[in-house]
């Protein structure tokens, strides 16, 4: 999701270079105070999900004697076509989705970065090579690559989470090189090397911690659309194996019985809207924190 | 400066090929990386051991690589696709009958996004900092987080299930296209309203638009007439972005509504493991891309002339 975050970015830029301080205050706060809200209701949700052995009964229990019941107290979201409780099944989901997100992403950060750093640092041939494999991942319309990899990989978490981190890699690579560049020509770095500071320790000790605050914002909103991702997968019947309670999947298999059973697909969809909602608010806040140079660039 | 402009675009053109040449290659290597037997996987599940032979000659796969490749690309560029390892139909057939339902149903989203997304990102801009503003905002975070097949299954319990205003899925009629086309619009119009915004309030910040002001011009004047020209251009590559993320969304809103386009058929040809169907599709959507990008990079220059295309 690129594009969201490229257009997010003028947006700050923007935001900051309004005249009157006093509202641009406001809108900071006002912003704190969104990026606060997503930040509750995702520890709500990690929280959940974690104790979800301890809160709730078996995610795959099957109960023919209950099969599609609208909700009502002893079953609050209802339940499925096999009669399983949806609630038990959403909490559960949120395990499975946190999971997938965090693996692909880290999986994404262990490439994209060293490979990023790499092409910006050393320039020339390298960098030339390593920017037309990322044009050519980029070719691939997002959703689309990680599509194309399970086609090829077969269904599974491992190879959702593979998929998944392949298609944000390019991303990274773009943001770390284009950190790294700006980074290699500042004063610090020429006074490093006067002092005899190797390649190795300049990248390890300059150039990677300054590349940190973009990399952690993006990769705030890279988990939302990581497990966005991932839910796309599963709908299509193309991502976690069932009967394991994953939120596309059980959205996807909840169409079928959608003109009487209404419930089945819209719980899980609302959990998804929610996590994703929250880490670009948080995404968001974060990058208004963290780096108070993304204002002073409009 | 008319030739330095012809000059940039064939540059742009070339620069284009490599890229094309390159998806070839990644979807050829890829299908190949897939464990087990090519001619196997192309023929299908249902062939008999001498079809797989007799495939397997016939398309190359005892040659080298090389060779294998330069074939498969020029077949490509030929237009031959092969066979779908389940119809036995050629796969360019298959895809010309699909492609005009996805190309409707994203040429559709696309100007409705273009249209609301607009509309939105000024009236925010103008009204900035007030509730208009919020409410804008607060719906483009909206856009940019619900799932597209989740907004689809809504959108049609409401307006299908519930008020019978239009059809549940399926195609034939332009009021099948309202849902899918609306449904996949929601994630470009956030995006495009984000961009209108930011890029409006940057503009009207900058000195022309105060000269034009202290002309005593009114706001809306200024606004519509002075600004929106200049803060139009980051918008036309937003829009041109979002095409590829369009096309991704466009796999899951036509499974959604049972709309017969391309993505839908990738969809089945992925389950069934169908794979000339799969590269084909694959090709076929990447070199949309790159295209649409193309043109954005050609217009964004023709509409920017601060832009040396040196």
Known sequence: ?298 | MRAPLGRYVVRRLLYALPTLLGVTLAVFLLVRLIPGDPARLIAGLLASDDEVQRLRVELGLDRPMPEQYARFLASVLAGNFGLSAVTRTPVIEEIGIRMRATLTLAVTSTALAVAAGLSAGVLAAAYHNTAVDYAVMMAALGGVSVPVFWLGIMLMLLFAVHLHWVPAGGSGTPAHLILPAVTLAAFSTAIVARMTRGSLLETLNLDFVRTARAKGIGEGAVIIRHALRNALIPVVTVVGLQFGALLGGAVLTETTFAWPGLGRLLVSAITARDYPVIQGIVIVFAAMFVVVNLVTDLLYVAVDPRIRYG
């Open chain 1, 1 to 298: 999701m690129s594009p969201s975050t490229r257009a997010s970015d003028t947006d700050k830029g923007v935001r900051s270079t309004i005249p009157s301080a006093g509202r641009s205050a406001w809108d900071r706060l006002r912003r704190r105070r969104t990026a606060a809200a997503g930040l509750v209701v995702l520890g709500m949700l990690l929280a959940s999900s974690l104790a979800a052995p301890l809160l709730m009964g078996d995610p795959d229990a099957v109960d023919f004697a209950a099969v599609l019941q609208s909700p009502s107290p002893a079953h609050p979201l209802g339940t499925d076509q096999l009669g399983r409780d949806l609630l038990t099944r959403v909490i559960y989901g949120g395990r499975i989705s946190f999971l997938i997100g965090a693996l692909a992403v880290l999986l994404a950060l262990a490439a994209g970065i060293p490979v990023g750093v790499i092409s910006g640092y050393a320039g020339g041939t390298v960098d030339l090579l390593v920017q037309r494999g990322v044009d050519l991942l980029l070719a691939f319309p997002g959703f689309l690559l990680a599509l194309t990899l399970i086609a090829v990989l077969g269904v599974g978490v491992t190879n959702v989470v593979v998929s998944v981190a392949v298609a944000a890699i390019p991303v990274y690579v773009r943001l770390v090189r284009g950190a790294t560049l700006v980074i290699r020509e500042q004063t610090y770095i020429e006074a490093a090397r006067a002092l005899g500071a190797g390649d190795r320790a300049i990248i390890l000790r300059h150039v990677l911690p300054n590349c940190l605050t973009p990399v952690i914002v993006q990769s705030t909103l890279q988990l939302g659309a990581a497990i966005l991702t991932a839910a796309g997968l599963g709908f299509l019947g193309l991502g976690v194996r069932p009967p394991t309670p994953e939120w596309g999947t059980m959205l996807g298999e909840g169409q079928t019985y959608l003109l009487s059973y209404w419930f089945i697909a819209t719980f899980p969809g609302l959990a998804i809207f929610l996590v994703v909602m929250a880490f670009n608010l948080v995404g968001d806040g974060l990058r208004d924190a963290l780096d108070p140079r993304a204002g002073a660039r409009g």
